[in-house]
């Protein structure tokens, strides 16, 4: 667990469940398609791939490399101390599964496109917020 970062939360549903609630077990959740293989995030409830309608949430390795980076310096939740890095990670298992995240356990100045990250997460109750680290 890392030190949790104030934030409003998700809605959860029976779609996104196993996203946000998933990392109760550690591991990060990413919808895939049964028939084709192909991952797919956001969820969905058929493959856009393939159109096969047998797609559910498998865990992933957790690891990814950033593709891009925004440093924010703006407030907009006034607890959340700024600055702080929004990165976007493409996950290893497919190059076109990327979530954005914030970057934790490193200075701002480590959030560069290229480094190598790995999955941890910050708990709310039963919301397991994925956040990712250097690997
Ligand atoms: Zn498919």
Known sequence: MT?????????INEMNRDFWCGGAD???HIHRCGAC???HHPYVAACPACLSRDVKA???SGLGKVKAVTINHQPWFPAVPVPYAVIL?????QEDI??????????????????????????????????????
Do not use: S
């Open 89 to 93: 990670v493409e996950l290893d298992e």
């Open 37 to 39: 293989k192909r991952w």
């Open 26 to 28: 550690g591991r990060l």
């Open 58 to 60: 498998e865990p992933v």
């Open 3 to 11: 030190e949790l970062l104030p934030r409003p939360l998700p809605n």
């Open 98 to 135: 990327r979530l954005p995240a914030n970057l934790v356990n490193a200075p701002v100045e480590a959030a560069q496109p290229g480094l190598k990250v790995k999955v941890c997460f910050q708990q709310y109750g039963d919301i397991f917020i994925p956040v990712f680290e250097p690997a």
